[in-house]
């Protein structure tokens, strides 16, 4: 008891010990990791002589009205010479009608691989990519989701325009609809948060993953990857898994330009969007050892920081104004750096709700991420 004694008139000390490492570690990666795409000065493919033939790959699952509603954007680019593959897998609606008025509408552009339902068989998206990818007559794949929309007629020639020398992997951009309501704001903040991050890191040459919504790579990649044999057992990584095993330092551009942004539509129950995080986090156990740490540093350093700083506050009273300079100098370093980042990926609006987002998103994450980590299921 008396050593107990001794120690705890320090404890607050501590503390602050203990805040200020996590706020230079939070630092780190706001100024030197984020910072490399605020100051990244966005490029336009499009007008580029650079135009491969492509394949566009779109697979779905009873996706009949984004069906009618986007895939005429995506039928009607403005590039010279491309297909698109839509794998209708096991859909039960009325895909396969309207797919079909499609293909005589667009006879010479669009190509139906279709899945049949197996009593005894399961299968995730990895197959119906990869029968995808298989009918694909050309090298240059583009990837996006059918509840997708370009937001501009010359998203493809950004897309393959980035398919510049050397250049296997091209890492684009899909924010959500802007809508009403604090959840879209949350996942429009953790899509904006996501892409900023490996976008940054793609820059700094160490690309992790990618977003199979606006993805662009090589066939000859993914065949001698041996597509996603790695890690099929799972349900997601059709996108973020195939980018981080098959990254290097020089095969990855990125597209960011506004004409290369797709938009889809975000989950409306906040039961539907934990289902969808908890898949993506079943993906990131899989990540290379040193991409598991640093992302993993970042999220635990964030988390600790908030949970120090209120520890501080409560035990420290009479200097709140110690860690109050920590939370104002943190804040102040986000908006002097996703100011910038914010606008180039056209989400200015979220900068007002920045403290309170930021707050929730990680613990909220986190929680996530600690239920479903270990889940393995190979459904859509």
Same mark, same amino acid.
């Given at each position: 008891?008396?050593?107990?004694?001794?120690?705890?008139?320090?404890?607050?000390?501590?503390?602050?010990?203990?805040?200020?490492?996590?706020?230079?570690?939070?630092?780190? *990666?706001?100024?030197?990791?984020?910072?490399?795409?605020?100051?990244?000065?966005?490029?336009?493919?499009?007008?580029?002589?650079?135009?491969?033939?492509?394949?566009?790959?779109?697979?779905?699952?009873?996706?009949?009205?984004?069906?009618?509603?986007?895939?005429?954007?995506?039928?009607?680019?403005?590039?010279?010479?491309?297909?698109?593959?839509?794998?209708?897998?096991?859909?039960?609606?009325?895909?396969?009608?309207?797919? %079909?008025?499609?293909?005589?509408?667009?006879?010479?552009?669009?190509?139906?691989?279709?899945?049949?339902?197996?009593?005894?068989?399961?299968?995730? %998206?990895?197959?119906?990519?990869?029968?995808?990818?298989?009918?694909?007559?050309?090298?240059?794949?583009?990837?996006?989701?059918?509840?997708?929309?370009?937001?501009?007629?010359?998203?493809?020639?950004?897309?393959?325009?980035?398919?510049?020398?050397?250049?296997?992997?091209?890492?684009? *951009?899909?924010?959500?609809?802007?809508?009403?309501?604090?959840?879209?704001?949350?996942?429009?903040?953790?899509?904006?948060?996501?892409?900023?991050?490996?976008?940054?890191?793609?820059?700094?040459?160490?690309?992790?993953?990618?977003?199979?919504?606006?993805?662009?790579?090589?066939?000859?990649?993914?065949?001698?990857? %041996?597509?996603?044999?790695?890690?099929?057992?799972?349900?997601?990584?059709?996108?973020?898994?195939?980018?981080?095993?098959?990254?290097?330092?020089?095969?990855?551009?990125?597209?960011?330009?506004?004409?290369?942004?797709?938009?889809?539509?975000?989950?409306?129950?906040?039961?539907?969007?934990?289902?969808?995080?908890?898949?993506?986090?079943?993906?990131?156990?899989?990540?290379?050892?040193?991409?598991?740490?640093?992302?993993?540093?970042?999220?635990?350093?964030?988390?600790?920081? *908030?949970?120090?700083?209120?520890?501080?506050?409560?035990?420290?009273?009479?200097?709140?104004?110690?860690?109050?300079?920590?939370?104002?100098?943190?804040?102040?370093?986000?908006?002097?750096?996703?100011?910038?980042?914010?606008?180039?990926?056209?989400?200015?609006?979220?900068?007002?709700?920045?403290?309170?987002?930021?707050?929730? *998103?990680?613990?909220?994450?986190?929680?996530?991420?600690?239920?479903?980590?270990?889940? %393995?299921?190979?459904?859509?």
């Amino acid at each position: 008891m008396a050593t107990f004694e001794q120690i705890l008139p320090y404890f607050p000390h501590a503390l602050i010990g203990v805040l200020s490492i996590l706020w230079l570690i939070q630092l780190y *990666y706001i100024l030197f990791v984020y910072g490399k795409l605020a100051v990244y000065k966005v490029k336009s493919y499009a007008d580029t002589e650079n135009k491969p033939p492509v394949s566009i790959i779109i697979c779905a699952h009873n996706e009949q009205e984004n069906i009618k509603n986007f895939l005429p954007t995506i039928l009607e680019q403005d590039y010279p010479e491309f297909e698109v593959i839509l794998v209708d897998d096991c859909s039960d609606d009325d895909s396969r009608w309207i797919l %079909k008025d499609f293909c005589q509408q667009y006879p010479n552009k669009l190509r139906i691989v279709e899945i049949k339902e197996h009593v005894r068989l399961k299968h995730s %998206k990895k197959f119906a990519v990869t029968l995808g990818i298989k009918a694909a007559k050309y090298e240059h794949l583009v990837f996006t989701d059918a509840d997708c929309q370009p937001q501009s007629h010359r998203w493809l020639a950004e897309m393959a325009g980035a398919f510049t020398s050397h250049k296997e992997i091209v890492l684009g *951009y899909s924010p959500y609809f802007k809508q009403q309501g604090f959840l879209n704001r949350l996942i429009r903040f953790e899509t904006t948060h996501t892409a900023m991050s490996y976008l940054a890191y793609a820059l700094k040459r160490n690309a992790y993953m990618g977003v199979g919504r606006n993805l662009a790579y090589t066939k000859t990649l993914f065949f001698e990857g %041996k597509g996603f044999n790695k890690h099929m057992h799972i349900k997601s990584g059709d996108d973020d898994l195939f980018v981080n095993h098959n990254a290097t330092p020089t095969n990855v551009n990125i597209a960011i330009h506004p004409d290369a942004q797709v938009y889809s539509v975000p989950k409306m129950t906040w039961r539907s969007y934990y289902k969808q995080k908890s898949r993506h986090s079943g993906a990131s156990v899989l990540y290379k050892g040193r991409h598991k740490r640093m992302l993993g540093t970042q999220l635990v350093s964030a988390v600790f920081f *908030y949970i120090v700083l209120i520890a501080s506050f409560i035990s420290y009273p009479t200097c709140w104004y110690i860690p109050l300079a920590f939370y104002g100098t943190r804040l102040l370093a986000q908006f002097f750096i996703f100011t910038p980042v914010y606008r180039k990926l056209q989400v200015s609006d979220l900068l007002i709700v920045l403290p309170f987002l930021d707050l929730f *998103y990680y613990f909220y994450i986190c929680i996530n991420g600690l239920f479903n980590r270990r889940k %393995k299921d190979i459904s859509w």
